[in-house]
Nanobody
Framework: QAQLVESGGGLVQAGSSLRLSCAASERTSVTYAMGWFRQAPGKEREFVATISWNGGSTDYADSVKGRFTISRDNARNMVYLQMNYLKPEDTAVYYC?????????????????WGQGTQVAVSS
């Protein structure tokens, strides 16, 4: 059973950068697409970014396109989310998840394993 552990969250000022990391416990996770989602207080969980199993394809929510970059290191079973030019509206708990498929996917229902989340807070 795969386990995902996120890290790298924190409190930063608007315009700053953070890099989130997601460590997967199983080597088999490298054959699956991975994604990042977020959930702000009082709001539903939303898609942020996804990357295919080999890193060849990525997809982003319009709200983060051009500011966030998803990447992965399959040799280390790691997935990353580089977040630049952070805005107060980026404040949320960020979750890493493993998809049920090898290609990019936005729908949360197509992910089977989820991490516990890491808090990102951006002050204005």
């Amino acid at each position: 059973q795969a386990q995902l552990v996120e890290s790298g969250g924190g409190l930063v000022q608007a315009g700053s950068s953070l890099r989130l990391s997601c460590a997967a416990s199983e080597r088999t996770s490298v054959t699956y697409a991975m994604g990042w989602f977020r959930q702000a207080p009082g709001k539903e969980r939303e898609f942020v970014a996804t990357i295919s199993w080999n890193g060849g394809s990525t997809d982003y929510a319009d709200s983060v396109k051009g500011r966030f970059t998803i990447s992965r290191d399959n040799a280390r079973n790691m997935v990353y989310l580089q977040m630049n030019y952070l805005k107060p509206e980026d404040t949320a708990v960020y979750y890493c998840a493993r998809a049920l498929t090898y290609s990019t996917v936005r729908e949360a229902a197509r992910y089977d394993y989820w991490g516990q989340g890491t808090q990102v807070a951006v002050s204005s």
